[in-house]
Structure formats: structure tokens, C-alpha cells
């Protein structure tokens, strides 16, 4: 079993920065590939940032440019670095790990959740 613990969210101005990070905790060695999700009052929760096995992002056009992925494998750790934050980018934002290296080198294939931090950005 994997725990995801995500912290960083908070209250901004247009035009500021966040970094959001998300760390694993439990049976795992390390993280292989990790999204980060958010959630808007009455929208449906969208992908902003991906982080594939080989180490390829992916970023929607809405945040292409201005949000960056990133993952420290000495700390499964993940992190989303968020600048120039605009009013629309105000939502809950959760991390998504869907695959690991267990602690003896198996691959588990499975979605795990953080709890969700919330980012708001207005003035």
C-alpha cells in the first residue's frame, strides 16, 4: 500500500507562484510515472501536468509554458511548480502516482490518490 501526502496549495495573486509537492509514503522503492490533477466547484477534474515512465511530460495548452512537473526519486517526492498563476487555474489539485517499483523490483500498475490541496488565485 502507497500514501500519497500532498502540501503546497494555498492563496495567491495573478501572476504568483506555487509548488505543490506530493510525497509517497509505504511499500514502495520508487515512483516510475505521476500526474497531477485538478478540480474546479461544478467542473470535471482535467489532467495539468503528466510525467511518463521515461520521463516525458505532457502539459494541456491551458498550463503549457507556465506549469512544470517534476519528480526527486531520492525522496518520492513529485512536484507540480506552478508560476504565473491566473483566476482559472483556482481549483483543487490532486497528485496521482499510477506506477511504482516495489521494494524487491517488482512494477505495480495501480492509481493512488492524494488527499487533494486547494489552490486559489485572486487578488
Known amino acids: 500500500q502507497v500514501q500519497l501526502m500532498e502540501s503546497g496549495g494555498g492563496w495567491v495573486q495573478p501572476g504568483g507562484s506555487l509548488r505543490l509537492s506530493c510525497v509517497a509514503s509505504g511499500n514502495l522503492l520508487s515512483i516510475n510515472s505521476a500526474n497531477w490533477y485538478r478540480q474546479a466547484p461544478g467542473k470535471q477534474r482535467e489532467l495539468v501536468a503528466g510525467l511518463a515512465k521515461g520521463g516525458r511530460t505532457n502539459y494541456p495548452n491551458s498550463v503549457k509554458g507556465r506549469f512544470t512537473i517534476s519528480r526527486d526519486n531520492v525522496k518520492n517526492t513529485v512536484y507540480l511548480q506552478m508560476n504565473s498563476l491566473k483566476p482559472e487555474d483556482t481549483a483543487t489539485y490532486y497528485c496521482?502516482?499510477?506506477?511504482?517499483?516495489?521494494?524487491?523490483?517488482?512494477?505495480?500498475?495501480?492509481?493512488?490518490w492524494g488527499q487533494g490541496t486547494q489552490v486559489t488565485v485572486s487578488s
Open positions: 496521482n502516482v499510477d506506477s511504482i517499483t516495489g521494494p524487491t523490483g517488482w512494477i505495480q500498475d495501480y492509481d493512488y
